[in-house]
């Protein structure tokens, strides 16, 4: 007969064992029930992992695309003297290398009106041409349109505003300042009703609440710029290239400028995100490793419980290591297989995740992730496929490290111990 520690690493007879091991026996129910947890948890744990990164990613996307969509990725305020040459400052900004666009804008501050009702908003003027460039607007217009925008003195505002103060397109909005003409007995305030010319929704519940955009020269007329803007917006190709551009631009304008990106104007904001992921990422990682160390007590039972057999895979020729190899591949199938149905699993919910939420919704009676909580109107998610590969690396190892001891256990046990009582 030929000798066992002939054989080569991961044998076939290491694999039939292993096999073996994993299938239910009456006498071993208890070890094969441990092991059916372990694959739960691990598929449960990657699964959710996933699916949390993947909800995660799609809530920052979506908010970054929607915020710096509609407030532009670096904002140029005037130093010295006001933006009076914003024509060709806007200009000499669109040529550098990566900027898509330079808007200059007309903000300020108004209550906006239609009957009774009343509600706080941001009026922000804007060329057509500029807007029309502006997608989260642009290319969700529910009512009306944009032609013409500039030509007359229509205004376009939010869904959610529109409803509020139930108004549509054709509609009388009428809006107050404070910032009215300066009389003898101080400034008063200007009050002036616009018609609605489109209704638009972004899917952000505080854009669509908030804003108002009119055109830039009834905007520098409404808020006495005398010919000057607030601010440029510049949008660039990439937010998180958003430092190289800052020098560019500056360079660029042609006079004294101030400029900041938008990570000064979001830091809390996605600062929060931030530190959410990484203790959600933390507190799910921790259910992964609960699971493992389901394997590793389920091995410890599963030698002990083999000891004889062992000891007569020893006698026969069987080395420690192909004893350990056995091991080592009984708890990693589990490791492996609940993290391949895990990895399934969590991709499923993160591309439905939409649809599972109004079914919940539904079901429950209970609106889950309000948009007035969480801004946007809907549940993104998004995969990272190098996050993804990540946490399905770190569930493979884990497995891996969880079988060594059991596994060293088995490789240990003297063959004459073993079979003593046998």
């Known amino acids: 007969m030929r000798h066992t520690s002939g054989t080569h690493p991961f044998a076939p007879f290491e694999w039939m064992l292993s096999l073996r091991y994993l299938r239910a026996r009456r006498r071993e129910g208890f070890i094969s029930v441990n092991a059916a947890f372990s694959f739960l948890g691990i598929m449960l744990g990657v699964a959710t992992l996933i699916t949390v990164l993947a909800v995660l990613n799609g809530f920052r996307k979506e908010l970054l695309d929607k915020i710096l969509g509609l407030n532009g990725h670096l904002l140029i305020q005037p130093m010295e ?13 669109s040529k550098v290398p990566g900027v898509t666009l330079a808007a200059p804008l007309v903000d300020g501050g108004a209550l906006a009106s239609s009957g009774p009702g009343g509600h706080g908003v941001m009026v922000r003027g804007v060329r057509a041409q ?69 209704v638009f929704e972004i899917g952000m519940f505080e854009f669509d609440t908030s804003f108002v955009f009119m055109p830039l020269t009834e905007a520098q007329a409404y808020f006495d710029r005398h010919g000057d803007v607030s601010t440029i917006a510049v949008y660039i190709t990439d937010a998180d290239k958003v430092a190289r551009f800052r020098q560019l631009v500056q360079d660029a ?33 921790i259910i992964v490793i609960v699971a493992v160390f389901n394997i590793t007590s389920g091995l410890i039972m599963l030698v002990k419980d ?12 069987a080395t420690k290591t192909a004893v350990m190899r056995v091991f080592v591949i009984t708890g990693t199938a589990i490791g492996a297989v609940g993290t391949l149905v895990g990895l399934l699993l969590g991709a499923l919910i993160s591309f439905n995740a939409e649809a599972l939420r109004r079914g919940l919704s539904w079901l429950t009676g209970v609106e889950i992730f309000p948009e007035r909580l969480y801004f946007l109107s809907r549940l993104p998610a998004e995969m990272d496929m190098g996050e993804t590969a990540a946490v399905v690396a770190m569930a493979l190892i884990l497995s891996l490290l969880a079988t060594l001891y059991p596994s060293w256990r088995a490789a240990r046990l003297d063959p004459v111990e073993a079979l003593r009582y046998e």
Not at 143 to 151: I, R, V
Not at 254 to 273: C, E, K, M, S
Not at 306 to 317: C, E, N, Q, S, V
């Open 81 to 93: 003297y006001a933006l009076n040459d914003w024509q060709q400052v806007a200009e000499r900004l």
């Open 130 to 198: 500029d807007l029309g460039k502006l997608g989260s607007v642009a290319d969700n217009i529910k009512q009306g349109t944009l032609e013409g925008f500039d030509a007359g003195q229509g205004v376009a505002i939010g869904r959610q505003l529109a409803d509020k103060l139930s108004i549509g397109v054709g509609d009388t909005l009428t809006l107050l300042t404070p910032r009215g003409p300066v009389t003898p007995v101080g400034i008063m305030p200007r009050i002036k009703g616009y018609k609605v010319a489109a």
């Open 253 to 285: 304008a042609g006079r004294p400028i101030a400029v900041a990106d938008w990570r000064q104007f979001n830091t809390t904001f996605f600062g929060a995100l931030k530190v959410q992921r990484n203790v959600m990422f933390l507190i799910v990682t």
């Open 306 to 317: 083999k000891g004889p057999d062992i000891g007569i895979l020893r006698t026969i020729g």
